[in-house]
């Protein structure tokens, strides 16, 4: 069966710091990648997706950034936080040929 | 672009009241349809969805949902409603043309005992 995995499930960093959120497939090849941020009252926001290896399309330009190094392998990145980027991060995938994501259990960044 | 509108961001509800959640979608092409679910402190897991076909979908633990195109709607409904069932609601949507999905603001469920 597939699983994924993300990490850490809580992170807390100051102002100006950099930040790389992982995630990985098990169990699948070639799935769709997917980060989402979740914060109250504005449901999941959309903010990169992969179709492949070093394939990254980004829906809203801000202070992060994603990578795909490996199939099942999706990073999240800023060189810099910001206190807005505190929230609430969702990783998926998605089967190419099946069209629901499954969600990872999310990581709560605390930016201070 | 795409997008979707849930209509009711907090729901109060007692225990057997029925409940219909609305979901909106702005596209005029063919699109999957999603709803999901977030019990508190637990992950994101899918209710139902709609492919093709029967335009109403019937999904986990009695929740159904009926796709109207031209309504542009995927309203979310369950006939009585448990205290279990308190938990946030997602409304989403896949264009076929595309890889992305587009989820809904959210529904807040709260189900009084």
């Known amino acids: 069966s597939q699983t994924i995995h993300q990490w850490p499930a809580t992170l807390v960093q100051p102002v100006g710091s950099p930040l790389s959120l992982e995630c990985t497939v098990e169990g699948t090849s070639n799935p769709n990648l997917y980060w989402y941020r979740q914060a109250a009252g504005r449901g999941l926001q959309l903010l990169f997706y992969s179709v492949g290896i070093g394939q990254i399309s980004s829906e809203v330009p801000q202070n992060l950034s994603a990578s795909r190094p490996q199939d099942r392998q999706f990073i999240l990145s800023s060189k810099k936080l910001l206190l807005s980027d505190s929230g609430f991060y969702l990783c998926?995938?998605?089967?190419?040929?099946?069209?629901?994501?499954?969600f990872g259990q999310g990581t709560r960044l605390t930016v201070v | 672009a795409q997008s979707v509108s849930q209509h009711n961001h907090h729901v109060i509800l007692s225990e057997a009241a029925s409940l219909e959640l609305g979901c909106n979608y702005s596209?005029?092409?063919?699109?999957?349809l999603f709803w999901y679910v977030q019990y508190p402190g637990q992950h994101l897991q899918l209710l139902l969805k709609?492919?093709?076909?029967?335009?109403l979908v019937k999904g986990i633990k009695g929740f159904e949902a009926e796709f109207i195109k031209s309504k542009f709607s995927f309203n979310l409904r369950k006939p009585s409603v448990q205290w279990s069932d308190t938990a946030e609601y997602f409304c989403a949507v896949k264009v076929n043309r595309d890889d992305k999905i587009i989820f809904g603001k959210g529904t807040r469920l709260h189900i009084l005992p």
């Open positions: 596209y005029g092409g063919t699109v999957n």
């Open positions: 709609y492919f093709s076909g029967d335009p």
């Open positions: 998926a995938w998605r089967r190419v040929m099946n069209t629901e994501a499954f």
